[in-house]
């Protein structure tokens, strides 16, 4: 899909639309026709963009997103997809969810029962997945038979249509699955449960990206990929023999400014760094408003034809500076590469890997944490 993002502003989030079908299709291989996919899309689908993936991955059985704000953008692209809520609606968002038929997860019968009577006064059904609480205690109706009556009960309530129930697993990317294990006995427990209540079990789904890389067993009737779409794994503990995937996400920005500054001369607020040289100072239009962290200050690099350019200075809200002397023939405007290849890549920028060892943190939020304001450029 080519759009025209970049050109709304010199910094921006580059994703790769071939990789992202591979890793896609890599989903479907495995899993096969007869599982559906249910695309996770939550948190602009972890950085990428939520309706532009959605318009991508226009294959997918379902979307799913956290919030009901999520839902809605998602919706504008997709008007026949079922597009389901993973996290808390309140009421004041049920005639909104009814309206453009989102799926809403349950987990109260008090909600339940007030999205009933929501959708009766309109005339409506409204689309629903129960979610059990195998062990995360998060969210979900406790495994206990007192909840399968509960569930049961509100499984007829005549304005509701519960085509799916599912549970989420809190340990499948460790190596030690015990704790899969036990959530499953739960999970499928509860599920006989509903059985011997002659309850008619709509679609099934317990399986995440790590889940679908180690357990083909728990496929279910529906799978939820989000992580793995980006490229990446949600672990070093995780299988890469099921799954083989491409990272599809760059961080890029153009270069505003090069300026000669003299050997003593400090470097942006607080003067955190002082030239040891006469040198070319080269501003980088992306700050930690963006996601590029203000931790990066002094220890970061970034490429530009490949060639590493220290991150000199404290970052700034929208800007930042970088040393472009060791750089040959500096040109404004030029392609700078900040989340790129990888430090073994072609242009040797660190990779969205690399940058969650460098933080300390995972891949998720490193690509989460890019701000809205970024224009997401598929090429």
Not at 38 to 63: I, N, P, S
Not at 306 to 331: E, K, Q, S, W
Not at 333 to 361: C, K, L, S
Request: hydrophobic content about 40%; glycine content about 8%; some cysteine.
């Amino acid at each position: 899909m080519n759009t025209t993002y970049d050109t709304w502003r010199d910094a921006w989030v580059e994703i790769d639309t071939a990789a992202l079908l591979h890793n896609y299709n890599e989903v479907r291989r495995a899993v096969g026709r007869d599982t559906k996919i249910c695309a996770v899309l939550k948190a602009q689908c972890y950085g990428l963009g939520g309706a532009q993936t959605a318009a991508v991955l226009k294959d997918a059985d379902a979307f799913a997103v956290a919030v009901l704000s999520e839902a809605l953008e998602i919706r504008a692209v997709a008007p026949d997809k079922e597009i389901l809520v993973l996290g808390y609606v309140s009421p004041e968002g049920f005639s909104t969810a009814i309206e453009h038929d989102i799926t809403l997860t349950m987990y109260r019968a008090e909600a339940l029962e007030a999205l009933d009577r929501q959708a009766a006064a309109m005339g409506r059904s409204a689309r629903v997945h129960i979610k059990v609480n195998s062990g995360m205690n998060r969210i979900g109706f406790l495994p206990t038979e007192e909840s399968a009556d509960t569930v049961a009960r509100c499984m007829a309530l005549p304005h509701l249509n519960v085509t799916g129930i599912y549970t989420h697993l809190a340990t499948a990317d460790e190596a030690d699955k015990s704790g899969v294990r036990m959530q499953m006995s739960r999970f499928d427990a509860f599920l006989e449960m509903l059985r011997t209540r002659n309850v008619a079990l709509p679609t099934v789904h317990v399986a995440a990206s790590p889940t679908i890389c180690d357990l083909p067993e728990l496929d279910r009737d529906m799978v939820r990929p989000g992580l793995l779409l980006t490229g990446y794994y949600t672990s070093d503990e995780v299988s890469r023999n099921r799954i083989h995937l491409q990272p599809c996400i760059k961080l890029k920005a153009r270069l505003g400014n090069i300026m000669p500054v003299l050997a003593g001369e400090g470097i942006g607020y607080g003067f955190t760094h002082h030239l040891s040289r006469d040198s070319l100072v080269g501003l980088l239009p992306l700050g930690f408003s963006d996601g590029f962290t203000r931790g990066f200050s002094n220890r970061f690099f970034v490429t530009i034809r490949g060639h590493r350019c220290p991150v000199i200075g404290n970052i700034c809200m929208d800007h930042c500076m970088i040393d472009l002397t060791d750089l040959p023939d500096a040109r404004i405007g030029e392609e700078i590469t900040v989340y790129g290849d990888g430090i073994d890549g072609p242009d040797g920028a660190m990779n969205i890997e690399e940058v969650a060892a460098f933080r300390g943190t995972i891949v998720d939020e490193v690509m989460t944490n890019l701000a809205a304001r970024l224009p997401r450029k598929f090429v």
